[in-house]
């Protein structure tokens, strides 16, 4: 990794949050990352809901909301690139300032809001894209002032279809009044069952049809983590993302911003998210393919989401502190862990510690 790129991510620390991110993105869409060049271990090749992912890490929803730098974030060396989240319409999101570095914590509090330019801003960047290599994922969610905001999931997957490797459905964010409410089982079945027929509708893209990813929140009860991996399966999904922000405030958190409304990610994230991964890997019995995000920062970290069920994992706020470098590290480090435990793929490494 470039000296200058690790400069750069250092002096973005002095900037506001959002300043900064902003900064990033852009600087990333015109080309100012660096490109990782060594070549990954092939014990980190990793296939799932029909897609062959050069390694596990990928870059989580809410970094590249509006499908800048898909390209440039997979030339640092994330597995894939989730980009949203994506509603119809434009929106501002909330007031600013709006997002919060707690640095004592290693973590991150953010109202934003699904702040975005709409899909045909976003479609546009994804279609000058394609034919590209790699796996882009599509975030999408729903207008604040929406109607009928399951129409809004389905008008965001017919946008996308055919642009994306996949597509995730995000019920699960805290700072959209309401949006968790689609949580609930009944709201859940028919949010999916529309998303699904609509998905199904379409003519097949590639190999099969789009696969469907369900994002779900940390903060959900044990019943409705398996009524999520239940109804998910039923409606056809492929995948399920565990999970969001939390909008939990842990007593260990040091930070003068702690008490700032919104989701916290980050470090204090890691414990909360992987248990509630857990118990949806219990339930899941490898009928869906399970992303682990929450708290990633480090190979560790990382391998302890897979060893909880995951078979891919996210990762957006390290990446904020870290910068570039981060990335390659981890790989480097899974790979060593992997080794180490007698593990020839990550898929045989895949919800280990579950007894």
């Known amino acids: 990794m470039s000296a200058l790129a690790a400069l750069g991510a250092r002096l973005l620390r002095y900037l506001p949050p959002e300043v900064a991110h902003v900064i990033a993105v852009r600087a990333l869409a015109v080309g100012l990352g660096p490109t990782v060049e060594s070549?990954?271990?092939?014990?980190?090749?990793?296939?799932?809901?029909?897609?062959?992912?050069?390694?596990?890490?990928?870059?989580?929803?809410?970094?590249?909301k509006d499908a800048r730098a898909p390209d440039a974030l997979l030339a640092l060396g994330f597995g894939f690139a989730e980009a949203g989240t994506v509603t119809p319409e434009p929106q501002p999101g909330n007031p600013k300032p709006r997002m919060f570095r707690l640095e004592e914590d290693r973590a991150v509090i953010n109202r934003l809001g699904f702040n975005n330019q709409g899909l045909d801003a976003y479609c546009a960047r994804l279609a000058a894209r394609?034919?590209?290599?790699?796996?882009?994922?599509?975030?999408?969610?729903?207008?604040?002032?929406?109607?009928?905001?399951?129409?809004?999931?389905?008008?965001?997957?017919?946008?996308?279809?055919?642009?994306?490797?996949?597509?995730?459905?995000?019920?699960?964010?805290?700072?959209?009044?309401?949006?968790?409410?689609?949580?609930?089982?009944?709201?859940?079945?028919?949010?999916?069952?529309?998303?699904?027929?609509?998905?199904?509708a379409l003519a097949g893209f590639g190999a099969g049809p789009l696969p469907l990813i369900?994002?779900?929140?940390?903060?959900?009860?044990?019943?409705?983590?398996?009524?999520?991996?239940?109804?998910?399966?039923?409606?056809?999904?492929?995948?399920?993302?565990?999970?969001?922000?939390?909008?939990?405030?842990?007593?260990?958190?040091?930070?003068?911003?702690?008490?700032?409304?919104?989701?916290?990610?980050?470090?204090?994230?890691?414990?909360?998210?992987?248990?509630?991964?857990?118990?949806?890997?219990?339930?899941?019995?490898?009928?869906?393919?399970?992303?682990?995000?929450?708290?990633?920062?480090?190979?560790?970290?990382?391998?302890?989401?897979?060893?909880?069920?995951?078979?891919?994992?996210?990762?957006?706020?390290?990446?904020?502190y870290e910068g570039p470098a981060l990335i390659p590290r981890i790989n480097r480090a899974l790979a060593d862990l992997l080794k180490r435990d007698g593990f020839a793929t990550i898929a045989d490494a895949v919800g280990a510690d579950l007894s």
């Open 39 to 64: 070549t990954l271990d092939p014990v980190l090749n990793t296939h799932a809901f029909g897609l062959d992912f050069p390694n596990p890490v990928g870059v989580a929803a809410g970094f590249d």
């Open 130 to 200: 394609q034919h590209k290599p790699g796996i882009v994922g599509a975030n999408i969610g729903a207008n604040k002032d929406s109607e009928d905001r399951i129409a809004d999931y389905v008008t965001g997957l017919n946008h996308v279809a055919g642009l994306v490797s996949y597509v995730t459905v995000n019920v699960s964010s805290p700072n959209t009044p309401g949006l968790r409410d689609l949580q609930a089982r009944d709201a859940l079945r028919d949010l999916a069952g529309r998303v699904s027929d609509a998905r199904d």
């Open 214 to 320: 369900l994002k779900i929140a940390p903060d959900l009860a044990d019943e409705d983590i398996r009524d999520a991996v239940e109804v998910a399966v039923e409606m056809g999904f492929q995948g399920l993302i565990v999970s969001n922000t939390t909008i939990a405030r842990p007593e260990t958190l040091k930070s003068p911003n702690k008490d700032q409304t919104g989701g916290l990610s980050g470090a204090p994230l890691m414990g909360p998210s992987t248990d509630a991964l857990r118990i949806a890997a219990y339930v899941n019995k490898d009928r869906l393919t399970l992303i682990g995000a929450g708290g990633v920062s480090s190979g560790e970290t990382a391998y302890a989401k897979i060893r909880a069920g995951a078979s891919l994992v996210q990762l957006y706020t390290a990446f904020g």
